[in-house]
C-alpha cells in the first residue's frame, strides 16, 4: 500500500471517530437537557447511573494535604507531601483575584449563574470538537470536574452513564454548598501537573510563590494547566505554554475581566519557571522534628495527610550560621587532620528549644542523610568526665581542691568491659600526653583533662552514681544498643567516654548545668495547628523541667570548667575554648585511635555541642584532639551567635561557701585526701588472669592494680678523690688547694 492510500485511510478513520464522537457528545446533550430533571426522584437515578455518592461533608479543609513545617520565624524548612504530590489548602479569600477570574474565564464562565452543568457549553464543545477549532471553555463545569476529582476519578471511562452521574452529582452539589465553596473546593482540588494538586502548591511548584501573589501572567499560564497538565507545561513545553496562556488571557478579555491593554501586557511578561522540587532548608533538623511528630505527637506527616502547620524552635540565623562553620572547618582542615564530616547542636538552656542542628556536613552525599546528631551515637572522649566530676562533686566526697595522685596504674581486667577481656588482658589507663603529673587538684586534673585523676574520681564516686549522673542530666542513649542497662555492667573507661552518646544528648547535659541543673528535653517543636487551624500542641518550657542537681553543685562544676587557667597546663592559655571578654564554660573530647573529636560548652543563654570526624570511623590523623578538630567550629559559632548579646555568668548560690577563688559545697572545705594515696594494690602475690576472680580484684572497695616492681636499690655514691673536687673560694694558694691562714 502506497504512502498517499495510508493517509487516505488514516483521515477517513479519523473522520468517522471524530463524527462518533460528536453523535455521542449531542446524545450527551439530549439526554442531559431531557433526563436530567427526571434525575432528581431517587429512584430514576438509581435505575438509570447506579447508586449515587453523598455530597454531604465535603470542604477545602478536610482534604487530604501536605504538611508544612516552618522555622521559629514563620520560614519554611520543609513540605511534606505523600509519595512526591503535594496540596496545600488556601481559602479563597487568599487566592489572588488574578486566578480565579483566569479559571472563571477560561473553564467556566457561566459558573456563578449555572446549576452545576452547562448545557450551551457542551453543545458548543461538541461543535468545536467536530469542526477542529479551538475553544477557550470546555465542555464541563468547574462543578463538574470537581466531581470528576473528588467522587469518580482523574481518568474515568468516556461512557453516557459517566457523564450523567457526573452531571446529577453536579447538581446536587450546587444545591449543597455555595458557590464560593464549590469554587474553593475546586481550586484547592486540580491537578496542574508535575505532582501539584491546588492552586497553592502549583503557585510555590512553577513560580516559588504562592497562590495569594501571582500576577496576572503566572494566573494565565496557570489557568491554562488543568485541561492539559502535561501538553501545557511551562516546564516541559514552553512554547505550547505560552499559546495557551494567550487564550486564557484572550478569554478574560472576552469576559471583560481585563482590557486589551492588560492581556498584551502579561503577555509579554517574561515569566521565571521553575522545575518542580521539593528543596528542603536543615534536612537533618526536619528529619528530627518528623521522628519526634511520630514518638512524642504519634503524628506521621507523610501518612496523616491531614494537613498539620509545625512551627518549630530553629533559628534561622544559627542555622546558616552553624552550616556555614561546619562546612569551612571541615574544608579547611578536614584533609590535613582526616576528618570528613561534622555535626553541631546548639540550645536555649532556658528553655529546652534546638536553636540549630547540623547532622553532617553534606546531606546529599551517599549515606549523607544519616543525622550525626541524633541518629548515629558516638564515643564522646574527655567530653564525658563534666558528668563524672558533677558526680564527684554531688558526692561531697570531693571539692575542687582536693589533691589527686596522676600515677601509673596497671588493672587486672580490662577497662573496656566489665569483668576480664576475651584475652584476659590487663588493663594500662594513659593520660593523653603519657606522661604523669604528681599530685594535682581536682580541678586542674579536670580542666587538663588527665585520664587517671578521671580515673580515680569516677571509681571513688561509683560508676552506678556516674551512670545515674548522665541520666539525670539528658543522657538518653549510653553505650549502644541504646536502652537501660544495668549500671555495674558499665566498664571503669566510662569516664573516659568509651559508651557512645547522642551529640543532642551531649548538647542537652551543657544545657542542663547551663541552668544550674533544670533539665529541659531537647524541644524542638513549639506548636502545632492542623488543617482547620486548631491548636493541636502549644510548647511551655514549665511542663518540660526537671531538677537534676542541685544548684550549688551545677555551680561549683561551672566554675571549674569555665576557669581557663585550670587547663592551660594541657591545652594552653587562651585558646579556642575561651570567648574574648565572655564568661564560658567548656570541655573537649577525643577518643581512643582518635577516631571522635568533641567541643561542649555553654554561657547561662546558649549552650552547644560539636563532633567532627568520619562516619565510617576512620580514624583522624595527627594526633587530632578535640582542640584542634571541633573546638574551632564551638569558637566560631558562639563568637557569633553571641555577638550582640552582654557577657553573662552566674551569682554565687545557696549552699556555696567561697575561699579566696576557690567555691566549695557549705562544709565540704576540709575533706579526707582520699586520691592523693597510692591506690589500693592487689593483695595476691602473681597475677594469673585464668583463675582469678573478680572479689580478688577489689580492694577498699575499689578495682585494685597490680603491684608495680621494686626499682633496684641505687648503689652507694663513691667519694670523689681530692684532687678531683672543685677548690672552695679563697683556698687556691701558690697553685695549691689548702685552707686560708687566719692572720
Not at 482540588?189 to 508535575?194: F, H
Not at 568533641?598 to 547561662?604: I, K, M, N, Y
Request: aromatic content about 8%; hydrophobic content about 35%.
Amino acid at each position: 500500500m502506497t504512502p498517499h492510500r495510508r493517509s487516505r485511510q488514516h483521515l477517513a478513520l479519523w473522520r468517522k471517530r471524530r463524527r462518533a464522537d460528536f453523535r455521542r457528545i449531542l446524545l450527551l446533550a439530549f439526554v442531559t437537557l431531557f433526563l436530567i430533571p427526571l434525575m432528581a426522584i431517587p429512584a430514576v437515578a438509581a435505575s438509570t447511573v447506579g447508586p449515587l455518592p453523598a455530597v454531604d461533608g465535603l470542604s477545602s479543609s478536610g482534604m487530604e494535604q501536605d504538611t508544612l513545617i516552618y522555622d521559629r520565624n514563620g520560614g519554611l524548612l520543609a513540605d511534606i507531601g505523600k509519595q512526591g504530590d503535594h496540596r496545600i489548602v488556601v481559602p479563597l479569600s487568599y487566592i489572588s483575584p488574578w486566578l480565579v477570574k483566569a479559571t472563571l474565564a477560561t473553564e467556566d464562565r457561566t459558573f456563578y449563574n449555572n446549576s452545576g452543568i452547562d448545557l450551551g457549553g457542551i453543545f458548543r464543545a461538541a461543535w468545536a470538537d467536530y469542526t477542529h477549532h479551538h475553544i477557550n471553555q470546555g465542555g464541563s463545569t468547574i462543578s463538574q470536574q470537581l466531581v470528576k476529582q473528588v467522587f469518580i476519578g482523574p481518568n474515568p471511562a468516556p461512557t453516557i452513564q459517566r457523564k450523567l452521574k457526573e452531571a446529577i452529582l453536579a447538581i446536587a452539589l450546587n444545591r449543597r454548598y455555595t458557590k464560593n465553596q464549590i469554587l474553593e473546593m475546586y481550586l484547592n482540588t486540580i491537578y496542574y501537573g508535575s505532582q501539584s494538586y491546588g492552586v497553592e502548591s502549583a503557585s510555590r511548584s512553577f513560580f516559588k510563590s504562592n497562590a495569594h501573589d501571582v500576577t496576572l501572567a503566572q494566573a494565565a499560564m496557570m489557568a491554562g494547566l488543568p485541561q492539559a497538565p502535561t501538553q501545557n507545561s511551562p516546564v516541559l513545553n514552553p512554547e505550547t505554554a505560552k499559546r495557551r496562556q494567550a487564550e486564557v488571557l484572550q478569554a478574560m478579555v472576552d469576559a471583560k475581566y481585563i482590557t486589551p491593554a492588560q492581556a498584551t501586557a502579561a503577555y509579554a511578561e517574561k515569566l521565571a519557571v521553575s522545575a518542580p522540587s521539593n528543596l528542603i532548608k536543615a534536612p537533618y533538623f526536619v528529619d528530627y522534628v518528623i521522628k519526634t511528630l511520630r514518638s512524642q505527637f504519634h503524628i506521621d506527616p507523610v501518612g496523616d495527610r491531614k494537613g498539620y502547620r509545625v512551627y518549630t524552635s530553629l533559628d534561622p540565623n544559627l542555622q546558616t550560621l552553624a552550616e556555614r562553620v561546619v562546612a569551612e572547618q571541615v574544608a579547611q582542615k578536614g584533609n590535613y587532620y582526616n576528618f570528613h564530616d561534622g555535626a553541631l547542636v546548639s540550645m536555649n538552656p532556658k528553655t529546652g528549644e534546638v536553636l540549630a542542628m547540623v547532622g553532617g556536613d553534606n546531606y546529599q552525599r551517599p549515606g549523607g542523610y544519616y543525622n550525626m546528631a541524633y541518629d548515629v551515637p558516638r564515643q564522646p572522649g574527655s567530653s564525658f568526665k563534666m558528668i563524672t566530676y558533677t558526680a564527684a562533686i554531688e558526692s561531697r566526697r570531693f571539692n575542687m581542691l582536693s589533691p589527686i595522685l596522676d600515677e601509673p596504674m596497671k588493672f587486672p581486667v580490662g577497662g573496656s568491659a566489665p569483668g576480664y577481656l576475651p584475652n584476659f588482658a590487663p588493663y594500662s589507663p594513659q593520660n593523653y600526653d603519657l606522661r604523669f603529673h604528681g599530685t594535682l587538684p581536682l580541678k586542674m586534673a579536670m580542666g587538663n583533662s588527665m585520664n587517671i585523676p578521671a580515673l580515680k574520681v569516677e571509681l571513688r564516686t561509683g560508676i552506678p552514681a556516674v551512670v545515674d549522673m548522665a541520666k539525670r542530666l539528658g543522657i538518653t542513649c549510653l553505650g549502644l544498643p541504646c536502652g537501660d542497662r544495668d549500671p555495674s555492667t558499665y566498664p571503669m573507661s566510662l569516664t573516659l567516654g568509651s559508651s557512645e552518646v547522642r551529640l543532642t544528648d551531649m548538647a542537652t547535659v551543657a544545657s542542663t548545668l547551663a541552668t544550674l541543673g533544670i533539665r529541659h528535653t531537647p524541644a524542638p517543636v513549639l506548636k502545632i495547628k492542623d488543617g482547620l487551624g486548631r491548636d493541636v500542641f502549644t510548647y511551655d518550657s514549665k511542663k518540660n523541667e526537671f531538677r537534676a542537681v542541685t544548684p550549688d553543685v551545677a555551680f561549683i562544676v561551672n566554675s571549674i570548667m569555665s576557669d581557663d587557667r585550670n587547663r592551660c597546663l594541657e591545652f594552653g592559655c587562651h585558646g579556642d575554648l575561651t570567648l574574648p571578654g565572655r564568661h564560658v564554660a567548656a570541655k573537649t573530647g577525643t577518643t581512643q585511635a582518635f577516631k571522635d573529636n568533641w567541643t561542649v560548652g555553654f554561657t547561662p543563654s546558649l549552650a552547644t555541642a560539636v563532633w567532627v570526624g568520619n562516619p565510617d570511623n576512620t580514624p583522624l590523623n595527627h594526633n587530632s584532639s578535640g582542640i584542634v578538630g571541633a573546638a574551632p567550629i564551638w569558637h566560631k559559632f558562639m563568637m557569633q551567635a553571641l555577638a550582640r548579646t552582654p557577657d553573662e555568668w552566674y551569682s554565687v548560690p545557696a549552699g556555696v561557701d567561697r575561699v579566696g577563688g576557690n567555691f566549695f559545697l557549705s562544709g565540704t572545705e576540709r575533706l579526707q585526701p582520699i586520691l592523693a594515696q597510692p591506690w589500693p594494690t592487689c593483695k595476691f602475690g602473681s597475677f594469673n588472669p585464668y583463675n582469678l576472680s573478680y572479689a580478688q580484684t577489689i580492694v577498699d572497695g575499689v578495682p585494685c592494680v597490680l603491684a608495680r616492681p621494686k626499682p633496684p636499690p641505687p648503689s652507694q655514691p663513691q667519694p670523689t678523690p681530692r684532687d678531683q673536687q672543685p677548690c672552695p673560694p679563697g683556698w687556691l694558694q701558690n697553685g695549691r688547694c689548702q685552707p686560708p691562714i687566719n692572720n
